[in-house]
């Protein structure tokens, strides 16, 4: 009967995609560059599970991530491979000129004739009044650089010499 046909139909359909579900999905990250950034990364998951996020470093000397081609979809329904997509630039370094005992070294990928960044915080030490920064920080950025925190020691009494720490860049 035309009831029975139907069922039986619904019932292939219904499997098809249990079927579908549980097949297992390559989720492939690549950095693009072949393998100058980073080691692929590889993920079987099962089909419309959520797509799992790239762990790790996205550095590479001399350029800054700017995304993943295609973009990174929220679940997996088909193989995919996601290459890293890259715009030349340069490291931005602020650090303290005093082998870390003021603060923790921040370093900054910048595109090429992007602004520079700010250094995040007040830069702070014991005994000792923060002058700048040698060199003086530039509006963007045309290389890579090291911001050096310069000091002035405070003495007992009014006595106040200044100390320099790094070389120029």
């Not at 004739?113 to 963007?140: C, H, I, M, S």
């Amino acid at each position: 009967s035309t009831f029975d046909n139907s069922y039986v139909g619904l019932h292939a359909v219904s499997n098809y995609v249990k079927l579908l579900l549980m097949l297992p999905r390559t989720v492939t990250y690549t950095d693009g560059v072949e393998g100058a950034a980073f080691a692929d990364q590889v993920y079987t998951v099962r089909n419309g599970s959520d797509t799992p996020a790239y762990e790790g470093s996205l550095r590479r000397k001399g350029y800054v991530f700017q995304g993943w081609e295609p973009e990174v979809a929220e679940k997996v329904y088909a193989d995919v491979t996601y290459t890293a997509t890259w715009a030349e630039g340069f490291t931005v370094t602020y650090s303290d000129g005093a082998e870390g005992k003021a603060f923790e070294t921040q370093e900054y990928d910048v595109i090429k004739d992007g602004p520079t960044p700010a250094f995040q915080g007040t830069p702070a030490r014991a005994n000792y009044v923060f002058k700048g920064w040698l060199p003086e920080v530039a509006e963007t950025v045309t290389k890579d650089v090291n911001y050096v925190a310069q000091w002035l020691q405070q003495r007992q009494g009014s006595v106040q010499v200044p100390l320099h720490y790094g070389k120029r860049a």
